[in-house]
Nanobody
């Protein structure tokens, strides 16, 4: 089992950037593929990006390609999401998730991810 704690959210103006982090503890971090999801008020949880165990393979929601970058540092047991050119519609709670399938990571359904953090709020003002 793995425990996940997100950080790095906050209030940012449109066009700005944020770097979210997700610290993992528990069993071997490299046993998991990892992902970011987000949820806007009144909307369903939405897939953002995913990464395999090594960090060499990534997968993005089509609408977010080019603005968001997922990465991981296995020496620090940490997942990252670099978010650039932020828009008001990017506002929401951002969650990291883990899946005990190290290379089967291009999975967009939230129900297919086993472990979740508590989320970090991102608010983009216009």
């Amino acid at each position: 089992q793995v425990q996940l704690v997100e950080s790095g959210g906050g209030l940012v103006q449109a066009g700005g950037s944020l770097r979210l982090s997700c610290a993992a503890s528990g069993r071997d971090f490299m046993s998991y593929s990892m992902a970011w999801f987000r949820q806007a008020p009144g909307k369903e949880r939405e897939f953002v990006a995913a990464i395999n165990w090594s960090g060499r393979s990534t997968y993005y929601a089509d609408s977010l390609k080019g603005r968001f970058t997922i990465s991981r540092d296995n020496t620090k047991n940490t997942l990252y999401l670099q978010s650039n050119s932020l828009k008001p519609e990017d506002t929401g709670v951002y969650y990291c998730a883990a899946r005990s399938s190290p290379d089967n990571f291009a999975v967009t359904g939230s129900r297919d991810w086993q472990y979740w953090g508590q989320g970090t709020q991102v608010t983009v003002s216009s």
